[in-house]
């Protein structure tokens, strides 16, 4: 019998490092295939490749021709977080304007807590003798008033290269409205400084005011090199591996867009991995017909909790302090607490604790048999018998160890005056109150009740916990997606590549000028045509949406609405109706938004939007149970502690599960890369796309 | 318009009658839901409103009370006014048969003898009823207003010497009847400001508080208004009991603190005000008595409610940050503020002034009284500043006035523990400060400088940050107004800290016409004057010697101290050089100079004893 002629798939594949696992999830065709290996800290781009050979392996092919049937590789990246988390960025300078050094130390006043004293200021970026200004002023008209002293640039070069000063941000007033004086101030730093790398405001953030744009470009500045880097890295060997496209990064504001887009503003890709988590929650909820989700993701190192209403998970740009830095590109919002499996538990003045500080994936878990002498969240996992050192781990990356796992919680124990066995259940109790214990801080800070949610579990730790959380929540149903372990990575796979811009220009709305508004459109436009070539995308599938920014004078906030949907460059909408129209739509916008019109007032329009995105094919998600009911057969029985005691608990494998099959609680469920707890009182259903819902049946 | 009506304002209030219990849980979600309420409220105006003083320095708060008028929930925006918004809506509460309330209004109050602060802080509050009619809660939004109609353009007038000066007081007006704006109202309320924008401003209130309400009318409807009504009582008597379990571990006894206002608008000297801090157990009572009741002065008249407030502003932030902002931290201190001294004037005094001095004074008392039991959380909430370089305009649209930008660094003194950082102290850190582009793209004006001064943060083991230099060119003619205080008297050092640095003030800089400003001022500044505005910085805690040499290193390398102040404030004795990056520590120099250091700071001691 001959073989089936194959044909060469489109493959894409969905990318997400963590701190512990990077998460790949390929989709071929409809069908969707995970995968994770160990997260590769000291060059991270070597998991990636370590990952991509191992997908190639299980399709047969070579890494060469796997990788030349890529049409899209999309990546989400915490570089950019774990740089700030660590704090081990760039040594960072700053060059702004005369009389404006410290704006970044004020914070415009801002404190976290304004209750708390004793809050202790963030680490600087840039501290004062980094600080450095040079006399030169443009005004809000772009007007120069005082010309740009170069001499005082070539100082602060002088200075900032005697601090070891490897990335420098320049900032100047003004330079969203005229940026002759910061690209000046970028030349000159070029030649004194070859080799440093440069953050201009104006590229990185092309709009008012100046702290929000300084910010921006400070913590841009601090992170770049280490993305750029890292970036360059993954690229080069994904080149040498054979793949043929450009690699598509994933954004905070839950879009994708190419490196090379990306790097004129690496700090877009903060936050990228927990939005791809989102993006694809709204996703696969919505497919389901649950809008409204509480999503939760726990992983090796945090447990990072969103919001999912109404099928949205908007974007929000502005005032995002994040990581107490002032961020102001547009992201997705979500909250992290740093607990997860490698979370370290210990005695600390008599009390039992776990976290802050965290194994994370080198040395790991002590199961994970990698040097980890610290009992972590995952080995009170194991301890409790919710895991198995007779089982393959992580997809058979590797299998969990006993050794010295009992005494490492013996010692908690004798601290404590009990068993092992209790310090390993004292540890899965505190890990889950502290995680219930955020969760209501997140939602009640939202006014929202989670009980009118149902939660989405994902993450390698998600579905082990899920349900304890969902039941002390109110919340009566858990979704658990098959992809649930790699669902960052899926999410980036969901996620358009877009590319959202403004530009600032102030006039009158019953006088527009529509020469230099439709030559800002005409720029913006220019510059996605110019990116998405570059991705290989063909203008006539990119939609555009033109948009247009207007307030009142006086009012620091402006409202964006469309003005035009359809092709890139189709300016015929920018007519003599234009100002009618716009104010049309800025009454209707400001009558919903703040339910009043100014009397006897005009509006007037301060700016130009343009998002441009493409379709690309997403991974299928739908559920429903047309499939019969069917019990199924666990595979064997262990003992495991699901907090009512050590009892004889099926197993089941969750290859061998079915569309429509359903397990009574107490059980376990192995699947490839996660275990999914049926705590007594729940029920675990198969959906027809082969995920799992939990529901509460309370019996 | 009485004391008798202040004292009835402040009275304790019953809790809520309800048939329903509600679990702690249930109690925090209805909380949260609240909080998010206030949040949009306050975002709403922000975004909505024009005035940069409502959208840029985000004076602002929103609130909610309770159908007995209790404080609910003080939330988003200034503590400042967080504290006092329950008495000018207790005042239309009580009066709520002749002002017709029902169902759709919204009211307005502004009067400084009517339970409010200074005229130009707006509280404009909409009742809110469940399904039966029942009146359950009350949202106020308050914002101070850039201008109140009255002799000067802004609200503060130097001289004033009663009320009727400072312009339009309002007790309480109906704005909204069932739903319907009451335009001759409206009208003769816009009609009575001079601000551009004022109107927009007004309008942006009116419509955050009708969101709110609705907001609030779910609410209701989702847990019932028994339950809400429950939640609402639990986290009052929980604040309560959360508050006086900080007191009972504080020492019992009496702790006492005098602070100083440098002179009243008219140049009558050292205005003194006394807060005596009676701890007893779990009690705690605050009191004025011993405060300035000159009835001469002119200028330093904080309302009755604004006292109170300010005192909880202080005492908020010496206790665990965590504890909700409500009625229950009234409920658990007593405050005593004699009738007709400075800090509870009688009817018809100027209010204006009084809400910067003596108010931050009666705030820098109670932290200094109680800085040796909580030290470490011993920072007065406080703005030292006389009043804001205000600069004010007319164009074709009306007024306009600049004064956000003015405040930068001021003010945040060190705790044990901790520098002081950031701009400003922890209870104003949401008034996000406004930004040179949003204000030189409205009015015409040149941002010069904003930067922090070296060696003007107090000395201390822990050290105050410095105040920073705000120097401003206005580009047409301009009026300017200022009230220097806080030169002779400025903010105090705590525990064995130095004292921070002096505000000085200098109007039309570089010119021959320059002039340092001494007591008050009231100008007309020419095209193109410089206005430049030294901030005191905040105060050190502890004693200097006794710094870290190393963190002393490290404030030269910054610059926030010179390396003279290293060697005579510090004892810290540097080798190396500051333009070369290369400074270190002279070890044994710098501990024969702190012996020294300590020898005379001994000695001062034992003199001062025998004195």
């Known amino acids: 019998m001959s073989q089936p002629v194959m044909e060469p798939m489109n493959y894409r594949v969905g990318i997400d490092i963590g701190g512990t696992f990077t998460d790949f999830a390929l989709l071929k065709g409809d069908d969707i295939i995970l995968h994770k290996n160990l997260s590769t800290p000291g060059d991270r781009s070597l998991g990636v490749m370590e990952g991509l050979q191992t997908l190639a392996q299980q399709e047969g092919l070579t890494l060469s021709d796997f990788l030349g049937q890529c049409d899209a590789i999309v990546h989400g990246t915490t570089v950019a977080d774990n740089t700030l988390i660590e704090m081990n960025g760039a040594v960072t300078g700053l060059i702004t304007t005369e009389g404006f050094r410290d704006e970044m130390e004020y914070r415009r006043g801002f404190k976290e807590n304004i209750w708390d004293v004793r809050l202790a200021p963030p680490q600087q970026i840039t501290p004062r003798r980094r600080r450095l200004t040079v006399p030169e002023r443009v005004l809000f008209d772009g007007t120069v008033h005082k010309s740009l002293d170069e001499d005082a640039v070539r100082e602060c070069c002088r200075r900032l290269k005697k601090q070891s000063v490897e990335s420098v941000a320049i900032s100047l007033l003004f330079s969203f409205v005229n940026p002759a004086h910061e690209k000046r101030v970028a030349e000159i730093v070029a030649e004194e400084m070859p080799g440093v790398h440069l953050s201009v405001s104006h590229q990185v953030l092309p709009r008012s005011p100046e702290y929000d744009r300084t910010s921006t470009t400070v913590v841009n500045a601090y992170v770049a090199p280490r993305v750029t880097d890292y970036l360059e890295k993954l690229v080069s060997r994904l080149k040498e591996g054979g793949y043929r496209h450009q690699l598509m990064v994933m954004q905070a504001s839950g879009g994708v867009m190419t490196k090379e887009y990306i790097e004129g503003s690496p700090i877009r890709v903060l936050a990228s991995g927990p939005a791809g988590g989102v993006i694809g929650s709204a996703h696969v909820g919505g497919a389901k017909g649950y809008p409204n989700l509480l999503c939760v993701d726990m992983g090796g190192t945090s447990y990072d909790m969103s919001m999912v209403i109404d099928g949205e998970a908007p974007a929000v740009a502005g005032w995002n302090m994040h990581h107490r830095y002032l961020v102001g590109v547009p992201m997705v919002q979500v909250e992290t607490l740093g607990a997860g499996g490698g979370s370290i538990c210990h005695v600390k003045n008599g009390e039992v604790q776990v976290g802050p500080a965290s194994a994370g994936s080198e040395p790991g878990p002590i199961c994970y048999g990698r040097g980890g002498t610290q009992p972590t969240v995952t080995d009170a996992l194991l301890m409790l018998g919710i895991l198995s050192a007779e089982a393959e781990f992580a997809g058979g990356n590797f299998s969990l160890k006993t050794d010295g796992v009992r005494e490492a919680f013996q010692t908690i124990g004798d601290e404590m005056g009990y068993s092992a066995e209790e310090a390993a259940f004292d540890c899965w109790r505190l890990v889950n109150a502290n995680m219930i214990q955020a969760v209501r801080r997140t939602t009640a800070g939202k006014g929202i009740d989670p009980k009118d949610t149902v939660m989405l579990a994902y993450g390698g730790n998600g579905p082990a916990f899920a349900a304890v959380h969902a039941e002390a929540l109110g919340i009566d149903k858990v979704l658990v997606p098959k992809a649930s372990p790699t669902f960052s990575a899926m999410g980036t796979l969901v996620a358009k590549p877009t590319i959202d811009e403004e530009r600032s220009l102030t006039c009158a709305v019953d006088q527009p000028d529509l020469e230099k508004l439709k030559a800002l459109w005409q720029e913006l436009g220019e510059r996605a045509q110019h990116y998405f070539a570059e991705a290989n995308f063909a203008s006539d599938r990119i939609q555009a949406k033109y948009q247009i920014n207007m307030r009142y004078r006086g009012q620091n906030w402006a409202l964006s609405f469309d003005m035009h949907s359809g092709a890139l460059q189709d300016l015929s909408f920018v007519d003599d109706d234009l100002g009618t129209k716009a104010l049309a739509a800025f009454n209707e916008r400001h009558m919903l938004e703040f339910g009043h019109v100014r009397e006897g007032e005009l509006p007037e329009i301060i700016g130009v939007r343009l998002e441009s995105s493409v379709d690309t094919p997403s991974p299928k998600a739908s559920g429903g149970y047309l499939a019969a009911r069917l019990a199924a057969a666990p595979m064997g029985y262990r003992q495991a502690n699901l907090g009512e005691g050590y009892q004889e608990t099926p197993i089941y494998q969750g290859a061998e599960l079915q569309p429509g099959q359903e397990i009574a609680g107490p059980a376990i469920i192995a699947e490839t890369f996660t275990t999914i707890v049926v705590y007594p009182g729940w029920q675990a259903l198969v959906d027809d796309a082969g995920d799992y819902e939990l529901n509460r049946t309370g019996s | ?611």
Request: aromatic share 6%.
């Open chain 2, 1 to 611: 318009m009485s004391f008798e009506l202040n004292q009835r304002l402040a009275a304790p209030r019953a809790p809520l009658s309800t048939a329903a219990a509600v679990d702690p849980v249930t109690a925090s979600i209805i909380r949260g839901a609240m909080e998010t309420v206030c949040f949009e409220a306050a975002t709403h105006l922000g975004r909505a409103a024009s005035s940069p003083i409502i959208n840029q320095s985000n004076e602002r708060n929103a609130s909610i009370i309770d159908a007995n008028g209790r404080l609910a929930l003080g939330s988003i925006g200034t503590p400042h006014l967080t504290f006092v918004t329950q008495l000018t809506v207790r005042y239309g509460l009580e009066n709520l048969q002749d002002y017709d309330w029902g169902p759709g209004d919204v009211f307005l109050g502004n009067d400084p003898d009517y339970g409010g602060g200074h005229l130009p802080d707006y509280n404009v509050y909409a009742p809110v009823y469940d399904d039966n009619g029942e009146l359950v809660l009350i949202q106020a939004l308050q914002a101070h207003q850039g201008d109140t109609g009255g002799k000067d353009p802004g609200g503060f007038t130097l001289e004033a010497t009663d009320i009727f000066t400072e312009g339009l007081a309002i007790p309480c007006v109906k704005l909204v009847h069932r739903g319907e704006k009451r335009r001759d109202i409206i009208k003769l309320i816009e009609r009575n400001n001079r601000f551009a924008t004022f109107a927009g401003d007004l309008a942006a209130m009116i419509s955050g508080v009708q969101m709110s309400v609705r907001m609030l009318q779910d609410l209701i409807r989702k847990w019932g208004a028994d339950v809400v009504k429950a939640a609402v009582n639990y986290n009052i008597e929980h604040t309560e009991k959360r508050f006086r379990e900080e007191v009972a571990n504080w020492p019992d006894g009496r702790y006492e603190a005098d602070v100083y206002i440098d002179h009243d608008t008219q140049g009558t000297k050292d205005i003194k005000v006394h807060v005596a801090c009676d701890i007893l157990g779990d009690q705690l009572t605050v009191d004025l008595t011993g405060t300035d009741d000159r009835q001469e002065l002119v200028g330093v008249w904080n309302t009755f409610g604004n006292s109170r407030g300010y005192v909880m502003t202080q005492l908020a932030a010496m206790v665990d940050p965590e504890i909700v902002k409500n009625e229950g931290l009234f409920n658990a201190v007593d405050i005593i503020i004699p009738e007709g001294c400075i800090a509870h004037p009688p009817p018809n005094k100027p209010a204006a002034l009084g809400s910067f001095h003596p108010a931050c004074e009666i705030t820098e008392a109670v932290c200094v009284a109680l800085s040796t039991v909580v030290p470490d959380r011993a920072a007065p909430q406080v703005y030292k500043i006389g009043m804001p370089n205000a600069v004010i305009g007319f164009d074709e649209n009306g007024m306009w006035m600049d004064q956000g930008v003015d405040a930068r660094s001021m003010d945040v003194s060190a705790v044990e523990g901790i520098d002081g950082w950031g701009s400003c102290p922890s209870a104003l850190g949401n008034l996000l400060l406004s930004e040179a582009e949003d204000a030189e793209s409205r009015f015409p004006i040149i941002n010069m400088s904003r930067e922090m001064t070296t060696d003007t943060g107090g000395a201390g083991q822990w050290r105050g940050q410095p105040g920073s230099l705000n120097v401003k060119q206005v580009l047409v003619p301009t009026s300017a107004m200022a009230w220097m205080v806080s030169a002779s008297h400025p903010m105090q050092g705590m525990c064995g800290g130095d004292d921070a640095s002096p505000y000085t003030n200098h109007f039309e800089v570089g010119t021959p016409n320059e002039y340092k400003i001494d007591l008050a001022v009231s100008a007309q500044l020419p095209a193109d004057a410089v206005i430049a505005y030294q901030h005191g910085g905040g105060a050190g805690f502890g004693p200097a010697w006794q710094r870290d040499p190393q963190a002393v290193k490290e404030d030269v390398l910054d610059e926030y101290v010179s390396l003279q102040a290293a060697r005579d404030k510090y004892g810290v004795v540097l080798n190396g050089s500051l333009e070369d990056y290369d400074l270190s520590v002279d070890v044994a120099a710098t501990q024969a100079l702190r012996a020294q250091m300590k020898a005379a700071a001994q000695a001062a001691q034992v003199e001062g004893v025998q004195a």
